[in-house]
């Protein structure tokens, strides 16, 4: 679901970053990960991957998300929304909070913090070691609209083996 999402994400910051004329500071924090010595790199990837991945879910898709358990569209909305905002760069808070929607599907079909914090994890670690493994004069920011579409439907196929949405937010789970 959330790797489906990413081309939108991209695509769309990439177009506000292009109108603003501006690039997302996050893109220098990756860029500087990339290219840290290899201890270093795994500090950061910690710091930048992990340690997100399980506090901004815990708060966004836990807590914030318990607020509007009786509303489950404005508990899907709201919480991707506020996710998006926190990172308070324009060109990052847009595709953040598309990508929060992804997590937010995760944890409202799962019922459950766990999927959408591995996934969390799993994206943040993922442009980490993408970044560090691409080709440095590739500077492309654009993204082709089948890739865009090809991720719709890869969304789709991931959230429909995510099983039938729970029909409401368990009042037994406890965020960690």
């Given at each position: 679901?959330?790797?489906?999402?990413?081309?939108?994400?991209?695509?769309?910051?990439?177009?506000?970053?292009?109108?603003?004329?501006?690039?997302?500071?996050?893109e220098?924090?990756?860029?500087?990960?990339?290219?840290?010595?290899?201890?270093?790199?795994?500090?950061?990837?910690?710091?930048?991957?992990?340690?997100?991945?399980?506090?901004?879910?815990?708060?966004?898709?836990?807590?914030?998300?318990?607020?509007?358990?009786?509303?489950?569209?404005?508990?899907?909305?709201?919480?991707?929304?506020?996710?998006?905002?926190?990172?308070?760069?324009?060109?990052?808070?847009?595709?953040?909070?598309?990508?929060?929607?992804?997590?937010?599907?995760?944890?409202?079909?799962t019922?459950?913090?766990?999927?959408?914090?591995?996934?969390?994890?799993?994206?943040?670690?993922?442009?980490?070691?993408?970044?560090?493994?691409?080709?440095?004069?590739?500077?492309?920011?654009?993204?082709?609209?089948?890739?865009?579409?090809?991720?719709?439907?890869?969304?789709?196929?991931?959230?429909?083996?995510?099983?039938a949405?729970?029909?409401?937010?368990?009042?037994?789970?406890?965020?960690?």
């Open positions: 679901v959330v790797f489906g999402v990413t081309p939108l994400a991209i695509g769309i910051a990439a177009a506000v970053g292009d109108a603003l004329h501006r690039a997302s500071p996050s220098e924090v990756v860029r500087i990960a990339a290219n840290a010595p290899p201890l270093t790199f795994v500090a950061l990837w910690i710091c930048i991957a992990v340690l997100p991945g399980l506090f901004e879910e815990a708060l966004f898709r836990g807590f914030v998300t318990r607020l509007y358990q009786g509303w489950r569209w404005v508990a899907w909305l709201v919480p991707s929304a506020l996710f998006g905002l926190v990172h308070l760069d324009p060109v990052q808070s847009i595709g953040t909070a598309i990508l929060g929607l992804g997590f937010g599907w995760i944890r409202l079909r019922s459950t913090l766990v999927p959408s914090m591995v996934a969390h994890t799993v994206y943040n670690g993922s442009v980490l070691l993408a970044a560090r493994f691409a080709d440095p004069s590739d500077e492309s920011a654009s993204m082709p609209i089948a890739a865009v579409l090809g991720g719709c439907v890869l969304a789709a196929l991931g959230s429909q083996l995510l099983g949405p729970n029909s409401e937010l368990d009042p037994n789970e406890v965020a960690p």
